[in-house]
């Protein structure tokens, strides 16, 4: 994808830039538990800060409840009241802004990122308010202010033009550095570039890496190229796995959308997880595989239990079975020893991997083995192949399992990651510019 970033554009000094991060960390009591979001956005901050900008960061936290129709998750209580005229929007907006900053501030980033960047950081306690305005004006060279949770407006979502304008305010150049939001046609990520408000929009180096390594990797890798597929089930992956059938050379398959796959095959799988409705779409991805040349590979023997683990990481007994021999009263929770030596094998003889989604119950230490063996075989090629983390409970197992500077890159955003990998344009960073 050649788009335009940061380290494209000259004579920054003085220059009013607008960057949409990613903030959206956890916190627990109004305390930051995780920076790794933080710390990912430095670098492209440092930059501009460096080169004398004058920074305005924005980003979401959570789900506030401030939004006012049906359509953008507004109970039905308060849309009635607003259909019947008994109050406003803006009374409903107000009370949630209200109930809502305690959790839901971004005060605590602002604190964070101004001991990080040596006292060059203020916050907003609005978006596009009086304080955000004055606080904005009052940027000097090398100067960034951190506006308040943008979902805090309903008009951020909706992508509203009204909204868009005032958000972009006085900016000149535009900076999207939130890969994790990238799939969303929002107002940060989008709607601002895409109403022609900030002509100049580049992308930041966190979303420049994402781009260099894994969408570079999609479309032109060195082979032999292997996809690794888990996580519960194949409705959720459709289109990547269609996708990727094209582009790799082998396509591996664990988790709990494994089962639908070996019933595909005729096989019983007891009482594993299953999609019914899917069970002839994966006849027709295995058809689909032997047509293109490409190999399946599926689980040849199967972790199994009675039940489900409660809470998910209580001790459990299991047993190992071959994946076509999985009693009707069993539950398929993990790849047995077989499947993950033929798994790592295939991993061993690769020059790219990607991996999205976990081989069985990771949460649980018995049930975690498979998904520490991929993980373990990535680290095996580490300097020799490409791998890449397609984001969500793949990054976390990966960062858990204490494995996260032994892969070439680990992806900020799993819906975006997911997104990219069904061969989807992704708003916000198709609407960037495009190198010269």
């Given at each position: 994808?050649?788009?335009?970033?940061?380290?494209?554009?000259k004579?920054?000094?003085?220059?009013?830039v607008?960057?949409?991060?990613?903030?959206?960390?956890?916190?627990?009591?109004?305390?930051?538990?995780?920076?790794?979001?933080?710390?990912?956005?430095?670098?492209?901050?440092?930059?501009l800060?460096e080169n004398?900008?004058?920074?305005?960061?924005?980003?979401?936290?959570?789900?506030?409840?401030?939004?006012?129709?049906?359509?953008?998750?507004?109970?039905?209580?308060d849309?009635?009241?607003?259909?019947?005229g008994?109050?406003?929007?803006?009374?409903?907006?107000?009370?949630?802004r209200?109930?809502?900053p305690?959790?839901?501030t971004?005060?605590?980033?602002?604190?964070?990122?101004?001991?990080?960047?040596?006292g060059?950081?203020?916050?907003?306690?609005?978006?596009?308010?009086?304080?955000a305005?004055?606080?904005?004006?009052?940027?000097?060279?090398?100067?960034?202010?951190?506006?308040?949770?943008?979902r805090?407006?309903?008009?951020?979502?909706?992508?509203d033009?009204?909204?868009?304008?005032a958000?972009?305010?006085?900016?000149?150049?535009?900076?999207?550095?939130?890969?994790?939001?990238?799939?969303?046609?929002h107002?940060s990520?989008?709607?601002?570039?895409?109403?022609?408000?900030?002509?100049?929009?580049?992308?930041?180096f966190?979303?420049e890496?994402?781009l260099?390594?894994?969408?570079?990797?999609?479309?032109?890798?060195?082979?032999?190229f292997?996809?690794?597929?888990?996580g519960?089930?194949?409705?959720?992956?459709?289109?990547?796995?269609?996708?990727?059938?094209?582009?790799?050379?082998?396509?591996i398959?664990g988790g709990?959308m494994?089962?639908?796959?070996?019933?595909?095959?005729?096989?019983?799988?007891?009482?594993?997880?299953?999609?019914?409705?899917?069970i002839?779409?994966?006849?027709?991805?295995?058809?689909?595989?032997?047509?293109?040349?490409?190999e399946?590979?599926?689980?040849?023997?199967t972790?199994?239990?009675?039940?489900?683990?409660?809470?998910?990481?209580?001790?459990?007994?299991?047993?190992?079975?071959?994946?076509?021999?999985?009693?009707?009263?069993?539950?398929?929770?993990?790849?047995?020893?077989?499947?993950?030596?033929?798994?790592?094998?295939?991993?061993?003889?690769?020059k790219?991997?990607?991996?999205?989604?976990?081989?069985?119950?990771?949460?649980?230490?018995?049930?975690?083995?498979?998904?520490?063996?991929?993980?373990?075989?990535?680290?095996?090629?580490?300097?020799?192949?490409?791998?890449?983390?397609g984001?969500?409970?793949?990054?976390?197992?990966?960062?858990?399992l204490?494995?996260?500077?032994?892969?070439?890159?680990?992806s900020t955003?799993?819906?975006?990651?997911l997104?990219?990998?069904?061969?989807?344009?992704?708003p916000?960073?198709?609407?960037?510019?495009?190198?010269?």
């Amino acid at each position: 994808m050649n788009k335009m970033s940061v380290k494209d554009l000259k004579d920054l000094k003085g220059k009013k830039v607008l960057v949409r991060c990613d903030f959206n960390v956890p916190m627990k009591d109004g305390k930051i538990t995780d920076e790794n979001r933080i710390q990912g956005a430095l670098p492209t901050i440092k930059y501009l800060l460096e080169n004398g900008a004058r920074v305005t960061l924005c980003s979401h936290l959570g789900k506030p409840h401030s939004i006012f129709s049906a359509e953008f998750k507004l109970n039905k209580k308060d849309k009635k009241k607003v259909d019947a005229g008994e109050t406003t929007a803006e009374a409903i907006e107000a009370k949630a802004r209200k109930e809502e900053p305690a959790k839901l501030t971004l005060a605590p980033v602002a604190a964070r990122l101004n001991e990080l960047l040596g006292g060059k950081v203020t916050f907003a306690k609005d978006v596009i308010g009086p304080d955000a305005k004055a606080k904005r004006d009052a940027l000097k060279e090398g100067e960034a202010v951190l506006l308040e949770n943008l979902r805090f407006h309903w008009e951020e979502e909706k992508n509203d033009e009204a909204f868009c304008k005032a958000l972009a305010y006085d900016a000149e150049i535009y900076v999207n550095d939130a890969f994790g939001t990238a799939h969303r046609a929002h107002a940060s990520t989008a709607g601002i570039v895409q109403y022609g408000i900030i002509k100049t929009a580049v992308c930041g180096f966190l979303i420049e890496k994402e781009l260099t390594v894994m969408a570079d990797t999609l479309e032109h890798p060195v082979r032999p190229f292997v996809a690794i597929l888990g996580g519960a089930k194949v409705a959720d992956k459709l289109n990547v796995i269609n996708n990727l059938l094209e582009k790799c050379d082998t396509l591996i398959i664990g988790g709990g959308m494994a089962y639908t796959f070996l019933k595909a095959k005729g096989y019983e799988v007891g009482t594993s997880l299953l999609d019914e409705e899917k069970i002839d779409y994966c006849k027709q991805m295995m058809e689909k595989a032997k047509a293109l040349g490409k190999e399946l590979l599926l689980p040849i023997d199967t972790v199994v239990c009675d039940k489900f683990p409660d809470p998910i990481d209580a001790p459990i007994e299991v047993e190992t079975v071959d994946s076509d021999k999985i009693p009707a009263d069993k539950m398929g929770m993990d790849i047995g020893e077989k499947t993950r030596a033929l798994y790592a094998e295939k991993v061993h003889s690769a020059k790219s991997v990607i991996w999205n989604g976990p081989m069985g119950v990771f949460e649980n230490p018995t049930l975690a083995k498979g998904t520490i063996a991929v993980a373990q075989a990535l680290a095996d090629v580490y300097g020799k192949c490409t791998t890449i983390i397609g984001g969500g409970d793949s990054a976390a197992a990966i960062q858990q399992l204490g494995f996260a500077d032994k892969v070439t890159h680990i992806s900020t955003g799993g819906g975006a990651s997911l997104e990219l990998f069904e061969g989807k344009v992704l708003p916000g960073i198709d609407c960037l510019n495009d190198k010269k």
